[in-house]
T-cell receptor
């Protein structure tokens, strides 16, 4: 089954404790992205990657890091989480290159709470 | 500064009637628009899209209308069904192959039996 998976689905942590949210896709998509969803703001892009070893900032990159060492994986790293990073996070992948399958496929989301 | 705006946070409609969701954008460089649907505890799923060279795109019960001069698009759902109860996000990007999506805040649709 074609899908984007995220782990963990729920996480409660404390300020300053480094954490990683994993994202994996099995569709051989070139493009992957991280979004956060906050009430009244919709989804905002954090970082994106156009291919292995190619990443760039989105609209709200502060406090986050990413890496793309393999095509299928795109982890989101919070080196020193703060309460304002409490949010619902979505990973997405996209085949790129145009064609009929040009929509982004989203993972199920990770609910993060930073105390 | 949000470039895609959905000014109605919620919409309640009776089953069988039409649901109309509105979306406005400010960036004139946007030329490809999408609607996503999201159920609780799930990720958004693609619903329907429209290119700026069209003013209407239809897929079953879902129709999207685009008014470029007004920088406005709308999603019509006819007839509305209980399974349509979800959050709907409008999104836009600058080209068919552009990777960056800008989203609106979402509209929660509740379909009443």
């Amino acid at each position: 089954e074609a899908q984007v998976t995220q782990n963990p689905r729920y996480l409660i942590t404390v300020t300053g404790k480094k954490l990683t949210v994993t994202c994996s896709q099995n569709m051989n998509h070139e493009y992957m992205s991280w979004y956060r969803q906050d009430p009244g703001l919709g989804l905002r892009q954090i970082y994106y990657s156009m291919n292995v070893e190619v990443t760039d900032k989105g609209d709200v990159p502060e406090g986050y890091k990413v890496s793309r060492k393999e095509k299928r994986n795109f982890p989101l790293i919070l080196e020193s989480p703060s309460p304002n990073q409490t949010s619902l996070y979505f990973c997405a992948s996209f085949p790129g290159g145009g064609g009929p399958y040009n929509e982004q496929f989203f993972g199920p989301g990770t609910r993060l709470t930073v105390l | 500064d949000q470039q895609v705006k959905q000014n109605s946070p919620s919409l309640s409609v009776q089953e069988g009637r039409i649901s109309i969701l509105n979306c406005d954008y400010t960036n004139s460089m946007f030329d490809y628009f999408l609607w996503y649907k999201k159920y609780p505890a799930e990720g958004p799923t693609f619903l329907i899209s429209i290119s700026s060279i069209k003013d209407k795109n239809e897929d079953g019960r879902f129709t999207v209308f685009l008014n470029k001069s007004a920088k406005h698009l709308s999603l019509h759902i006819v007839p509305s069904q209980p399974g349509d109860s979800a959050v709907y996000f409008c999104a836009a990007r600058r080209g068919f192959n552009d990777y960056k999506l800008s989203f609106g805040a979402g509209t929660t649709v509740t379909v009443r039996a």
